[in-house]
């Protein structure tokens, strides 16, 4: 038999469902993973007891004959950013160092009760700013692939980071993610596990800390689509808590898998084929044109104008919306309190936040500031929605021609920790493929499409028509039966 | 209307006055969570992990704030703004757990709108002021911190953090603290008629930011400051003739008004800068992400306006106009919706019970509800909500007065004794023996008796001394213990005097 | 536009985190680059254009004017309020003194 880390959700569920073996064995397998892993650094905090109740609970009701629930049996990893009653949530700030949630987050909850089990909260950016993972006041994590030849360790992508990382190394089948311009799709593609973010507003952002409102997405993290397809129908579905909750039925995406792409149109965006574009990061674009026609697929050029105009629209919404979301962080009801000698309520705030903030954060915060503070809201901020507004229009445009568009996630593979910390903006340009679909909140995936020169693994990207993830998920699932993706990183993090 | 000026050293000034009035909205639940609004409970017992804004809360909106600030919006003939969007003013303070307050700037719910004032209800010109209204928006009520529990610590409470309050702001339209003052009577009434909120001004459910400048008459309008918080009418006018004069004398004196937020002291009258709140105003507003915009359809406007109760200048108007109450009646009895419906039901029983229409009785209802029951409630310390008379007994004293069971001066009798027990008029009159006596018989007799025993008042009325015509008549109520009705014995008088 | 010293140390203080002078000092740069960077949407022809006012076409729900309809975002939840306070006194949030 395989060994249980082996396994994607599928397979567990399945395994378990028909005896095949126990959610706890389950459980112990990657408990034990987990355990010896700890130079990922992946998690943030380990939750081995809570892996084994809620699998001992999934044997428990297989043994009356019960449904065990779409995810029954299978232990995941939780992005630290969700809420979990009584697990620490620090969304890898100091600020938040040891604050114990008295509640659930809406999409943890709706694992627990599809049968999901948890493993430990995941590792991420601070506050989920960040492509690298490096912003975490928990030290960064690092990515279980390394280039042929080297010992280098790599960033496995952010914000997602701790969920990418622990998902490629068979620490745990899947993870949760959230994406608010990248941040599933990116460390999805660092690593060569798939990952999608569905519509803005399909899973509940109730409870998950919030980092910028109207582009913040959970979503799931696995090995392959159809893992992607169980877990998101677990997580999505109304939430009457989230004013901006989707109030529309949860497809079964699972079962409405269809590899088959005859009369499908794939949009290829030319203002993606950037200057000085990685060689083989076009050579897997035109890889995966060829495995889409091959499913059947007509491919159609068009053009996304305003692409060259997303990021910096992005940097200005996403950290205007941070700045405010975060002005809750203050040492008053929970989390760290910095108090001087004798210092008063407004000096107790400022010295709360500065030390407990990373830079990252400080500085995302500074720009969001400025650009909504007064005299400048207009030039930067209701420009910035307005570019908005016309990203979105080119993707309207666009559906006139196609039903998914094909694109790379990044610009790049995976690369060396360190190597970008020092230039923010750099840092920032590797989102470049990933924030147009954010802004307009459409459904986007990122599936593993084979390996560079480096031996490092590369990610396509489907972006679909809002609500349409049965489209992205399709033609995901095209690329991921023809790409034939089961290169594995060496596990050389196992002492 | 009225021309309120300050005399400075160096000649008059006009003082400009606008009000922004913060009104809580009736409801039973915060405007984004589902934490009570009850007044008075255990510090922080109302509040929800979304007020106490916990990483991840998100806020949903109360569909009775909404309807209540649109139906506020209707009582005021204002334009209701079908799309509205709710924005963040985002600062830090203690009593602001999301750092940000959510607010309504670029898109409010209720554009603009007026209401007429009237300074004096007893000037018969009965001359009123439009007031103009810029715009109503909801928006979220703060906690509130304590500050002399603990030596070293405030203490916050976050149990009204989350209550939904209307912020209605009125155009700089007024020139006096007595047309402010009247203004925000005014607004306290239509309010309560709505329904919209309580009005209860002690219990913070109604409070006032107060925006003074001055200016030479005529002139461009001069730097203003903002006083906030401030909680009473009286005081709305104090903070007014405080700061007028205090601006006066500044300017007068080579200084410069600084727009500046102030406080006023209740203790002592007076307005002090608040520079704890000066630091650099940039409250950086922009639309909440964590909320659409409000879209308001046909049906739900139509039901907030098929909701709205007569308002009171239309009531007014009816009871001058249709029922025949004199207009400081009409005024006075329409100020408070309790009064309305009070005198309502005393309507509809005096008239039933005399089988009249409400027109014939409404003008003698007002005048015995205002001059009699007012006054008496009045003496024992109490008002209509606590009469013991009930409006349903009010009437049935008017109606036995109306068919002359009683006189006017035994139904004060009766009133007293009502007053006392809370028994029906009926019942008192019946069991006092106070009914009125009509037999000319009995009166005649009466009245024979009295000219008999005075021959020569008699005499000297006859005489010509006219005015002892009341004489006989005392003498004749007196045999008869009060109780003859006085128009009998008019007439029987007339007739033996001769 | 691009900032100074004198602007960074007000954002910060808009922003309430303490910044040393050597901090203020190096987010100059920092922020000018990222700002200089942004400012290429000023190039856009956004003529007409109204700003996104929804991610995706969807309505603003309200919910109906019950309490504690739903207990997690209801009230009388004071223990769970308070339980990460820092400084929970007596059933209140205490802060340092405030003088108003």
Redesign the interface.
């Known amino acids: 038999m395989t060994e249980h880390t082996e396994m994607g959700v599928a397979q567990i569920r399945d395994g378990v469902a028909n005896g095949d073996f126990t959610a706890v064995e389950v459980a112990e397998a990657f408990n034990a993973a987990v355990a010896a892993a700890s130079d990922l650094n992946a998690f943030i905090v380990t939750t081995p007891d809570s892996a084994l109740d809620a699998a001992r609970n999934v044997d428990a009701r297989r043994a009356k004959g019960q449904d065990i629930g779409k995810m029954g049996g299978v232990p995941i990893g939780m992005k630290d950013l969700f809420a979990t009653d009584g697990t620490p949530t620090t969304a890898a700030s100091h600020i938040l160092e040891?604050?114990?949630p008295?509640?659930e987050s809406t999409v943890s909850a709706k694992l627990w009760d599809a049968g999901a089990g948890m493993l430990g909260k995941l590792n991420l950016d601070q506050f989920a700013m960040g492509s690298s993972n490096e912003t975490s006041a928990f030290g960064n994590v690092v990515n279980p692939w390394r280039a042929k030849g080297s010992d280098a360790p790599l960033a496995p992508g952010g914000s997602s980071g701790g969920s990418s990382a622990a998902v490629a190394a068979r620490l745990c089948p899947a993870a949760t993610g959230t994406d608010t311009g990248g941040s599933i799709r990116q460390p999805a593609a660092f690593t060569g596990i798939t990952g999608i973010k569905p519509?803005?507003?399909r899973c509940s952002r109730?409870g998950v800390v919030a980092f910028a409102s109207?582009?913040d997405q959970p979503g799931p993290m696995a090995r392959d689509t159809r893992d992607c397809a169980i877990m998101l129908e677990a997580m999505a579905g109304f939430d009457?808590?989230d004013?901006?909750s989707?109030?529309a039925p949860v497809p079964e995406w699972e079962a409405g898998l269809n590899p088959d792409l005859s009369g499908k149109r794939v949009g290829i965006p030319r203002e993606y084929r950037m200057d000085g574009m990685d060689a083989d990061v076009a050579k897997s674009w035109d890889d995966g044109i060829a495995w889409l026609k091959d499913a059947g697929a007509t491919i159609v050029d068009i053009s996304l104008p305003?692409t060259?105009?997303a990021l910096?629209?992005y940097?200005?919404i996403a950290p205007a919306e941070a700045?405010s979301n975060l002005?809750r962080y203050?040492?008053?009801?929970?989390?760290?309190?910095d108090?001087p000698d004798g210092?008063?309520?407004?000096?107790?705030?400022?010295?709360t936040?500065?030390a407990g903030?990373g830079k990252e954060v400080?500085?995302r915060?500074?720009?969001g500031?400025?650009?909504l503070?007064a005299g400048?809201y207009d030039?930067?901020y209701?420009?910035?929605?307005?570019?908005?507004?016309?990203i979105?229009d080119d993707f309207a445009k666009a559906w006139e021609s196609c039903d998914v568009i094909l694109a790379p996630t990044c610009p790049s593979a995976a690369f060396p920790l360190g190597d970008k910390v020092s230039d923010?903006?750099s840092m920032y340009l590797n989102d470049v493929f990933a924030v147009p679909a954010s802004l307009?909140?459409l459904p986007a995936m990122s599936v593993p499409a084979g390996l560079n020169r480096d031996g490092l693994p590369l990610g396509l990207q489907i972006i679909g028509k809002?609500?349409d993830e049965q489209g992205v998920l399709n033609a995901g699932l095209a690329i991921e039966q023809r790409a034939g993706f089961t290169a594995k990183p060496d596990t050389w993090w196992k002492a | 209307m009225s021309t309120y000026t300050i005399h400075g050293a160096t000649g008059e000034w006009e003082v400009v006055i606008g009000l922004e009035v913060h009104a809580q909205v009736t409801?039973?639940?915060k405007l984004f969570?589902?934490?009570?609004t009850a007044f008075g409970a255990?510090?922080?017992?109302?509040?929800?992990?979304?007020?106490?804004a916990?990483p991840g809360?998100l806020p949903?909106?109360?569909?009775?704030?909404?309807r209540q600030a649109v139906r506020t919006g209707m009582a005021i003939d204002a334009q209701i703004n079908a799309w509205s969007?709710f924005d963040r003013k985002n600062y830090?303070y203690?009593d602001l757990p999301q750092g940000y307050q959510i607010s309504q700037l670029y898109h409010p719910l209720v554009g603009e709108g007026h209401l007429d004032i009237v300074l004096d209800e007893k000037d018969p010109e009965n001359t009123t002021k439009r007031i103009g209204v810029e715009r109503i928006h909801v928006e979220q009520d703060a906690g509130k911190?304590?500050?002399d529990?603990?030596?070293?610590?405030?203490?916050?409470?976050?149990n009204r953090s989350g209550v939904a309050l209307m912020e209605i702001v009125s155009k700089p339209d007024m020139r006096s603290p007595a047309e402010a003052g009247a203004y925000v009577r005014k607004l306290r009434t239509i309010l309560r008629y709505v329904g919209s909120c309580d009005g209860n001004m002690e219990e913070g459910s109604m409070r006032a930011d107060v925006n003074v400048s001055v200016r030479r008459p005529g002139e461009e309008f001069g730097t203003r400051t903002e006083t906030k918080n401030v909680n009473s009418v009286r005081f709305v006018m104090a903070t007014i003739e405080y700061e007028a004069n205090r601006q006066v004398e500044l300017i007068e004196d080579g200084g410069k008004v600084v727009q500046e937020t102030r406080?006023f002291d209740p203790d002592t009258g007076t307005t002090r800068s608040?520079r704890?709140k000066e630091?650099?105003h940039?409250y950086?507003y922009f639309?909440d992400p964590d909320?659409?915009?409000?879209?308001l359809d046909d049906a739900f406007l139509a039901a907030c306006r098929d909701s709205l109760p007569e308002l009171p200048d239309a009531k007014r108007l009816r009871y001058e106009n249709e029922l025949g109450v004199p207009p400081y009646n009409a005024a006075v009895l329409t100020a408070e919706v309790e009064t309305a419906r009070w005198f309502e039901k005393l309507l509809t029983t005096a008239a039933e019970q005399q089988g009249k229409a409400q027109a014939d009785v409404a003008k003698q209802a007002s005048n015995w509800l205002m001059s009699e029951l007012f006054g008496a409630l009045n003496k024992l310390g109490k008002d209509l909500s606590d009469s013991p008379v009930t409006p349903e007994k009010g009437g049935e004293l008017l109606a036995l007065i109306g068919d002359g069971t009683i006189s006017g001066s035994i139904a004060k009798q009766v009133l007293e004794i009502m007053l006392e027990t809370g028994d029906g008029a009926g019942e008192i009159v019946e069991r006092e023996g106070l009914k009125q006596e009509s037999d000319t018989g009995a009166i005649e007799a009466a009245v024979d008796t009295v000219l008999a025993d005075n021959p020569d008042k008699v005499e000297a009325y006859r005489g010509g001394k006219d005015r002892l015509f009341g004489f006989f008549v005392g003498q004749t109520m007196k045999a008869m213990q009060g109780k003859a009705n006085p128009q009998v014995v008019n007439d029987i008088l007339k007739q033996k005097l001769g | 536009?691009s900032?100074d010293k004198a602007?960074?140390t007000?954002?910060?203080?808009?922003?309430?985190?303490?910044?040393s002078d050597a901090e203020v000092e190096a987010?100059v740069p920092?922020?000018n680059?990222?700002?200089g960077?942004?400012?290429?949407?000023?190039e856009?022809d956004?003529t007409g254009?109204?700003?996104?006012?929804?991610?995706?076409?969807?309505?603003?729900?309200?919910?109906?004017?019950?309490?504690?309809?739903?207990p997690?975002?209801?009230?009388?939840?004071?223990?769970?309020?308070?339980?990460?306070?820092?400084?929970p006194?007596?059933?209140?949030?205490?802060?340092?003194?405030?003088?108003?």
């Open positions: 040891g604050f114990v008295p509640y519509t803005y507003g109730w109207s582009l009457p808590k004013s901006t989707l109030d305003h060259k105009y910096p629209a940097y200005i700045s002005a203050d040492g008053v009801r929970y989390g760290l309190r108090l210092a008063g309520l407004q000096d107790m705030y400022a010295a936040r500065a903030f400080k500085r915060i500074m720009i500031t400025y650009v503070s400048f030039a930067y209701t420009q910035a929605q307005k570019v908005r507004q016309l979105a923010p903006l307009a909140g809002g609500f | 409801s039973k639940a969570s589902g934490a009570a255990e510090p922080n017992t109302q509040v929800s992990l979304v007020d106490a916990m809360m949903v909106p109360n569909r009775e704030c909404i969007r830090f203690a911190l304590m500050h529990q603990h030596p070293t610590m405030s203490y916050v409470d976050l406080l608040m704890s630091d650099a940039d950086r639309p909320l659409l915009p409000l879209e | 536009m900032v602007t960074v007000k954002i910060a203080s808009l922003a309430r985190i303490a910044m987010m920092e922020l680059n990222i700002l960077w942004v400012e290429q949407l000023g856009v956004v254009v109204e700003p996104m006012a929804t991610v995706v076409p969807n309505a603003l729900r309200l919910r109906e004017d019950e309490v504690n309809a739903d997690k975002t209801g009230g009388g939840v004071r223990d769970k309020v308070l339980a990460n306070a820092p400084a006194e007596h059933g209140f949030f205490g802060v340092p003194k405030v003088i108003e």
